[in-house]
């Protein structure tokens, strides 16, 4: 993947459903497990070697993921932070961020989307070859009702989208996760609010299927996708890392690692971080792993 390519992480929204956790912390900086939740899916966009960010939240917990993530350097990144005032919709982020996007290709993953599984990264990798056009994924689900919806015919191409359908046409839901070519600006500024007031991002993704321009590509089932929508999700998803990690001794999401791995940074930039970091279990992985190196 080229410089071409900006990720767009929508982190913004109240987070009135795990209250009262998030009555002074923003919800993407919760805990999953052992990091932050937005600490997914940025590491997701990067496996597809994705190394520049615009972020969108609201404007008093910019600050917060600020303080977090800083500039991008340490991982050979750029972050740069855009206020969204009210939540409107997912669609709504390439209008408030369309300065920052403009010219570029855009990867945009919704801040409390958990992607994990055999084959994630090269499927994202064969999204992001994708030039022309947009690119989603189909993941089946038991009860598809409460999300975007994805119909594809024989030859597996879109022939219909419908957001949260009381009767869903197949049971192929659409996760957080889209690539766009830079036309999607240009759509999005010509969109109106839905029924409930919002820009969805099934009328940007129904645009491109109108001209022939939408790719679908399905997610099998070894890749788990999970979100921390409600404390629920949020403690399911902590125990489901928390297995994969103590079983494996591998760490899910941590962005050293992959910035390494990836070569956004060398060998001096991890010992840099591992430096940095107070000695914890979190510390000694990324030791272990420069140790590894050699």
Sequence with gaps: MTSKWK???????T???????????????????????IYYPLTTLMLGGVKDFVIVSSPDAIPQLQSLLGDGKKWGLTFEYVAQNKPGGIAEGFRIASNELAGHNIALILGDNIFYGDGLSKRIQEAAAEDKGATIFGYEVADPSAFGV???????????????????KSKLAVPGIYF?????????????????????????NRAYMERGDLHVKTIGRGVAWLDGGTHADLFEAGQFIKVVEER?????????????RMGFINRDGLAALVDDSPKTEYQKYLKDLLERSL
Aim: proline share 9%.
């Design 7 to 13: 990720g767009l992480i929508l982190a913004g929204g």
């Design 15 to 37: 987070g009135s459903r795990l209250y009262p956790l998030t009555h002074a912390v923003n919800k993407h900086l919760l805990p999953i497990f052992d990091k932050p939740m």
């Design 150 to 168: 994805v119909e594809l015919d024989e030859n597996g191409r879109a022939i219909s989208l419908e957001e949260k359908p009381k009767k869903p």
């Design 180 to 204: 766009y070519d830079p036309d999607v600006l240009d759509i999005a500024w010509q969109l109106k609010p839905s029924g409930r007031g919002e820009l969805e991002i099934t009328d940007v």
């Design 248 to 260: 494996t001794g591998l760490k899910v999401a941590c962005p050293e690692e992959i910035a390494f």
